[in-house]
């Protein structure tokens, strides 16, 4: 998840919210050049009771550098009235002043599994063109409200994780989300840029839990203290998509795809301009319409195995090899696991990468065949895994259609696709078309375009505050 503030007239500094890594730049928005960059992992996972639930902790993550996710659900307690601030505390230590966050919930992730398929179907049918999912904000809200009613009882506003940090640096008394992120909640119509209130409320929802919508690119508020030397009153905007920003800052012809992976994976390309998204889901196609900007939208095969499969693949090796009494460092277990790859350039292992099922068929899983003895070395394996993200993806979204849509080139972006050779190997290996490595690609930085190309509006209509 991304938003974004302008330091200046000058430069807008992008930060990107992520699953396990938070990163920020700094973009000069005359050369759209980025002049720095700063990444961390978030570090704020929580172990849980069950393997389908994923939560985070609201902690330093966002200070330390800057960090949240679309589908995500994070509640929080309002303050009374006479308070400037809510639901933090704003401190000053060595001349930095920093927020800390008070009276919130954990963050509960889009990799969420307590929504089963017969919950999902037990919910009412939303008013939309997108289908609601394990994950997603409201399926988690209805969870609460039939497991622990009493746990929602404390809470006055909800939004993404990233929804919460510009409320808190805009000292805002009511959480804004833009209709990217709400798309990703469920039960929000793009088409009329509305909840489904009256839905919602004939199922007991707790409406007023739901943010404001307001439109992508805007001015969500001003800071409303200094913030590790940033100025009081600078503008802060809305939270978009990470997604959408990716898409954002490397996508810049109608005949470009956008291949993005870091914890999931993306393949998408624009849609023409009179394009409207059906009126109802089709909960069984792989290939889902996003809000973009303007009113456009994205062909989306949004998969939820991307880096997260070679990540425990990378995990499962590091246990292996503790119950051997030895260590080593994940980091050198990844390195040598794409340096094996790379000299096994071809395999007839075939690794079905499918670890935590598809949102469009939740009950798949992965699996491994054509197992022989000769195909076992480390080499292999990895080169199977790494060829079966990308042939779900190929699957999901396959080669005919982007033809037939006019694509002409894929732009590969995120962490995972960028740091793993192996996997850049078997996106040209599967798509026949140009496949392009962006510098900057991501959303930190796609965020900081789309403010900065909307900022010279609000600027000429508000001069005085910059």
């Known amino acids: 998840m991304a938003t974004s503030l302008s330091c200046s007239a000058d430069f807008v500094l992008g930060m990107d919210l992520g699953t396990t890594s938070v990163k920020v730049v700094l973009l000069e928005a005359q050369s759209n050049t980025v002049t720095d960059s700063r990444s961390f992992p978030t570090n704020s996972d929580i172990s849980c009771t069950t393997d389908t639930r994923v939560g985070q902790r609201a902690g330093s993550c966002t200070n330390n550098c800057s960090s949240g996710q679309m589908h995500g659900r994070f509640t929080q307690r309002r303050a009374e009235k006479s308070q400037v601030h809510w639901s933090c505390e704003w401190l000053s230590k060595d001349e930095i002043i ?43 809200i209805f969870w609460y ?13 909800a939004g993404t994780i990233q929804d919460y940090v510009v409320s808190m640096l805009g000292g805002l008394d009511r ?100 394009f409207s998204p059906p009126s109802s889901p089709d909960a069984l196609s792989p290939v889902a319409y996003f809000p973009y900007l303007h009113g456009s939208y994205l062909a989306v095969a949004a998969s939820l195995n991307g880096g997260n499969v070679m990540a425990t693949f990378v995990r499962m090796l590091d246990s ?6 030895l260590e080593v460092n994940e980091s050198r277990i990844y390195s040598q696991l794409i340096q094996s790859a790379l000299a ?47 042939e779900n993806m190929a699957t999901m979204m396959p080669p005919h259609s982007l033809q037939a849509a006019g694509v002409r080139c894929i732009i590969g972006s995120g962490s995972a696709l960028s740091c793993n050779p192996v996997l850049q190997q078997e996106v040209e290996r599967v798509f026949p078309f140009p496949v392009v490595y962006g510098k900057d690609v991501d959303s930190a930085v796609g965020v900081a375009m789309v403010f900065k190309d909307q900022l010279m509006t609000f600027v000429s209509e508000t001069p005085d505050l910059l």
């Open 98 to 140: 920093r927020f800390i966050p008070k009276d919130v919930s954990q963050l509960i992730t889009w990799q969420d599994g307590r929504c089963s398929a017969d919950f999902l179907s037990s919910l009412p049918k939303p008013d939309s063109h997108l289908s609601v999912a394990t994950g997603f904000g409201c399926a988690t």
């Open 145 to 157: 409200m039939k497991h622990r009613p009493e746990f929602l009882s404390g809470f006055s506003d």
């Open 175 to 274: 959480c804004v989300m833009t209709g990217q992120n709400a798309a990703s909640w469920g039960y929000f119509n793009t088409t009329t840029n509305q909840w489904n209130t009256q839905i919602l409320k004939d199922a007991g929802f707790p409406v007023h839990l739901l943010p404001v919508v307001v439109e992508s690119g805007a001015v969500a508020g001003y800071t409303s203290s200094e913030w590790y030397g940033i100025p009081a009153h600078t503008p802060v905007g809305a939270a978009l998509g990470d997604f959408q920003c990716s898409v954002y800052s490397c996508m810049t012809d109608k005949g470009d795809a956008v291949l993005n992976m870091s914890t999931s994976a993306q393949l998408t390309f624009g849609m023409p301009a009179e």
């Open 320 to 325: 292996w090899i503790k119950e051997f009494g």
């Open 344 to 390: 096994q350039p071809n395999t007839d292992l075939t690794v079905t990468s499918t670890l935590l099922g598809e949102r469009h068929d939740p009950t798949t899983s992965g699996s491994v065949s054509q197992i022989s003895p000769s195909n076992l070395s480390l080499g292999h394996v990895t080169r199977a895994v790494c060829r079966g993200i990308i």
